[in-house]
């Protein structure tokens, strides 16, 4: 089950991965950072539309997209996207 929208908190389950999409922690890590929306796509491997819809809410990354967004961010993957830390393991091992 795939639920989509742009509304702040809504549930995604995209395969085993549950997240919560919170879009507003994204831009504040970003800014945090001192990085533009462009920056981030370059270091992330996406193109700056691909990251700005993933940003806007408008669409939801992979696992592994979150997990490169997170790093070039210098933040936790499940602060940025709500996804709980046992989904990770599971995901990833």
């Not at 993933?54 to 996804?83: C, H, M, W, Y």
């Amino acid at each position: 089950m795939c639920t989509s929208g742009t509304n702040p908190g809504h549930v995604v389950r995209e395969g085993k991965v549950e997240y919560i999409v919170h879009r507003n922690n994204l831009r504040r890590a970003r800014l945090h950072a001192g990085l533009t929306q462009a920056q981030v796509a370059i270091m992330a491997g996406l193109s700056r539309a691909a990251y700005t819809n993933i940003e806007l809410g408008r669409k939801n990354p992979s696992l592994d997209t979150a997990l490169r967004i997170a790093e070039v961010l210098g933040q936790p993957v499940e602060d940025l996207f709500g996804v709980g830390a046992a989904h990770v393991r599971e995901a990833t091992a």
